[in-house]
Structure formats: C-alpha cells, structure tokens
C-alpha cells in the first residue's frame, strides 16, 4: 500500500520513544498447561534481541484480562510444498500489516497492546516496514543520508526501536514479515538510495546500478544479522511492491519483468547467504505477465511476472495483494478478488510453494468483500493471508487511519477472528 506520512503525523503528533517493561505471561519454551492463560502486570525488562529466551515466569501483580495464549515457539516457520511448518507441525500464517508499529515512536507499553489487539484478531503473523531512509534524521529513522554516503542508525531511535517490536512480538507469540526497503516514497525508499547515490531520479537504477546494489545489500546486512537467530522473524522481503516505476514516475525506459525478476534472484540469494534459516519473500502485488490481458493487473507492465519470480529458488513463498478499487476494476471488486486470488491459489499449486495474499483492501461494503474473498481463500487452499491493516486505539490516539485500518470496535475485527479460526486457528 501506498502511505503517506501526514496521516502519520496526524495520527500520533510528536515523537515519543521510552524502554519500557515488558509483559510476564505463562508459556514459554516448555510451557504444557492450558491454552487460556493469564496475562498479568508488566514485572521487569527482558532484552530478547539475538535469540529466543523465554519470557519470565515469575509474576507479581494482579491478573488483568484473560487472553487466550498458545505454546511458545522454539523453531523457525519453514514452507513444505504448499504449507507453512513449525516444528514439524503444521502452521497457519493468518494476520495483518502494520507497518507503523516501529516507526511512529511508539514505547514497548503501546507496542504491547497493539500486538496483543492483533493477536485478540487471530493474527499470527505481522507484516511490518524494518526501514526508514532519512536525509534529515527526525524521529524514528534505520538510515540516514548525507552526500551520497548512508549511516546505519543502530542506536535507540534505530535498530534499537526495532528490538522493542521484536521483543512485544516474542511476548504476543506473533512472527514479523519485514521489508527492508520500499518501491514508494513513504519511509524514504528506493528512490532515496537511487538519488544519493547516483544522482538521477530514474526510480529503476534500483535494480541494476551496482553502487545502489551493493548499498542496499550493505543494510541488509546489518540489519539481517541482526535478527537472524531471532525465531519471531517469519521471513525477510526485499520490498515493498516493488515495480519499475516508484512514486515520481520517472524510469529509464529498459526496466520490465527480467530485470526485477534477476533482481529479485540476486537479492533473495544474498539475504539466505547472511541468514540461511529464516524465508525469503519479495512482498510484491502479484501481478501476472500475461501481455495483451485487458485487464491490468495481469498485463505485465509494471515490470512483476508473478510465475517467474515464484520459481526463483531463494524465494520460498509467493506474495500478492489485492486493491481493485484502484486497480482500475472498481465496477465488481468481490468478484474481481475472487478470480484474483483463484488464480494465484492455481499459481500456488503449480510452483508448490505457499503463497499468501499479504494486503488487501478495499474502502466500500469491507465486510461483504472480505466475506467473499476469506471464503475464497479457504475453497482455493490458498496458503494465508495478511489484511490491510491493523488499527489500536491507544491512549494516545488512534494508529493511523488510512480508511482501510481495522480497529478493535469494527465489526470486520470478529470477521476476521473467524477466518483465522476457519483457516486453521491460532498456533
Ligand atoms: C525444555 O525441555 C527440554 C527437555 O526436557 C530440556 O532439554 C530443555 O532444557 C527445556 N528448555 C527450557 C528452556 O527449559
Ligand atoms: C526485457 O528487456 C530486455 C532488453 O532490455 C530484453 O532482452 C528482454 O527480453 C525483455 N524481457 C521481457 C520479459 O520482455
Ligand atoms: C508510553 O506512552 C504512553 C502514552 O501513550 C504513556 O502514557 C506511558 O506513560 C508511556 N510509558 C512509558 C513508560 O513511557
């Protein structure tokens, strides 16, 4: 989805970022008493930044809302033909986008209560930004720029803000899907490096200008590292709808589907040579290069072959989102979807490989469209999917609204509660 910050800014006002205690719960690793557990009081901070410790056991405090909780995970989520496992057991990945979670400032008491929201959802994956490229560094930020030259931010307004999203996600039992960069403007992006480093605004020297390649691969690896013994990353994206152009429109005029697909091969080989434990996915929208279709979507032009980059071996799921209403296919978005996600449930088959539906939105009649995909996605077997997106609200102030954010009191929330429970529940 395409985001603009002002709803940001208009949403949460200044920038606020604390440590902050986090929540002791029964679970963890060994944990074999029931699934409904007590959530209690916050007792003391635990730095679970490199791998996975338990959280505490021990708790002081009253009990307050009762939350249904699962066993803590101990391995990795990996695909198996068209499945996700875990521990050998099969997985359900169901869930919703949130890509503000580590970048407006929240403190880890805020981050809490919007994953424990999601997880009330019948989330158990969440898909997030783990970027923001900055000129001038202001709130939270991963890279800033100054002629030409990117500084990593490793410190508390940096990776270290990245850590309390990864923590609250241990404590919530929720994995993170994480783009590293974004084809869009919102959070710097693609472009930024393009700028910097070369000078031009063509958007598509992303993807084959050596200096920008090695730039990126560069915070990749330091973020990836990071995280790689971490069991609450699902997989790791090389974008955000990624296509050949980005939000200023101007390209080189060569890009199409081979070269983000050599791309996408290159990128996706690098991260699995730094981090060979966790998935590997584009987090692109899925769209099919089928030249001459009438309709958009499949026709190849914005430079994505869904069934090329499916097949790339260091990709181990398909990604594709959905949003009619400006896809040019407002006339019967319900039905559009429905063929939509068919065909990519086809796509899924043909390649073996899971495949999620990981945004989709529409901003008219939410519930009866979703209805009708949800039923889609479970007849199809389609693998999963991520709604676009999550909403808390927090003493604050709401998370961003952009029209499509699903709050707590909307009813598409139990909605999708059931489909989560109908697709195979929480793990
Ligand atoms: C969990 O149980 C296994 C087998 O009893 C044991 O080896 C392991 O140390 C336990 N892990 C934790 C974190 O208690
Ligand atoms: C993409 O463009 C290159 C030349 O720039 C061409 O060789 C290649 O066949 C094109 N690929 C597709 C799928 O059209
Ligand atoms: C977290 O932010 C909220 C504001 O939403 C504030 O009330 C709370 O005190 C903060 N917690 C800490 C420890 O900073």
Known sequence: MLITISALTLAFGSVVYAQQPVWAQCGGINWSGGKSCLYFS?????????????PPTTTIGGPSPTITFDPWPTTNIQASGTKFVGGGQPWTAVGANAYWIGLTGLNSTEIDAAFSDMRKAGATVVRTWGFNEVISPNGIYYQSWSNGVPTINTGPTGLENFDLVVNSAWQHNLRLIVSLTNNWADYGGMDVYVKQITGSSNHDLFYTDSRVIAAYKNYIKTFVSRYSSNIMIFAWELANEPRCKGSTGTWSGTCNTTTITNWAKDISAYIKSIDPSHMVAIGDEGFYNQ???????????????????????????GTFHAYPESWGESSNPSSWGVQWINDHAASQKKASKPV????????????????????????????????????????????PNDGYTIYPDDPVFTLEKSHADALGGNI
């Open 42 to 54: 916050p007792i003391t901070t635990s730095p679970v930044i490199t791998g996975p410790t338990p």
């Open 291 to 317: 030249p001459g279709n009438p309709s958009y979507p499949y026709q190849g032009t914005e430079g994505i072959d869904f069934d090329a980059n499916l097949a790339i071996d260091t990709i181990d799921f």
């Open 356 to 399: 999620l539906l990981e945004e989709f939105g529409v901003l008219n009649n939410q519930a009866s469209v979703y209805t009708a995909w949800y039923n889609a996605i479970i007849s199809s077997g389609l693998t999963g999917d991520l709604i676009w997106q999550a909403g808390s609200h927090l003493p604050r102030g709401d998370t």
